[in-house]
């Protein structure tokens, strides 16, 4: 009879009377047979903007193909846009379906969410991916991203078309610049 425990990055297997200790590799899953890569964008985000947390799954173990399926749950600061690989949500909860993967086939994929308007300067914005493969199970946390410190300084509002300055000195108003000149009063 031979038993197995995985704990803390080894693997003890007993075997009467045989006992021996396996390192196990840092991986997405324990024997391999999905590995879950995550991103987010690389800059602070800014309220109100779309930005793309991106994945990327690999099918490797024993199964020849499966279903895969990739879920994330996006924190209160994130709000859906849109998904590639036939993705729909349902209030914060964001289900992919990926079809049916082979195995040693990778597949890509992106969420695209907006930044909430509410969204505080310095607040720290992290999520967590789980992608499905037949029946072995993955979660991963995206990298963080920050919103920016000067978000609270943003304007909404478009700035005028032309604009009009004096110059030092005088009171008659500067008519506009010809290109390539200037003129002043």
Do not use: N
């Amino acid at each position: 009879m031979i038993v197995t425990w995985k704990e803390r990055g080894l693997v003890l297997l007993a075997a009467a009377p045989l006992l021996g200790v396996v390192p196990m590799a840092t991986g997405a899953h324990a024997d391999g047979a999905v590995v879950l890569r995550t991103a987010s964008p690389k800059e602070d985000v800014l309220p109100g903007g779309t930005y793309a947390w991106t994945y990327k799954m690999l099918a490797k173990g024993p199964a020849k193909s499966g279903r895969a399926v990739f879920r994330m749950t996006l924190p209160r600061s994130l709000e859906f846009v849109s998904g590639e690989k036939r993705c729909r949500s349902k209030g914060r909860r964001v289900v992919c379906h990926l079809g049916t993967v082979r195995k040693g086939q990778k597949v890509r994929g992106a969420i695209r969410a907006k930044v909430s308007r509410r969204a505080d300067a310095g607040q720290k914005i992290s999520a967590r991916g789980t992608v499905t493969w037949g029946k072995t199970r993955v979660t991963r946390r995206f990298p963080a991203v920050r919103v920016a410190k000067g978000a609270d300084l943003l304007t909404t509002e478009a700035a005028p078309a032309t604009a009009r300055a004096a110059v030092a000195g005088s009171r008659r108003p500067v008519r506009p610049a010809r290109p390539g000149g200037v003129t002043g009063g």
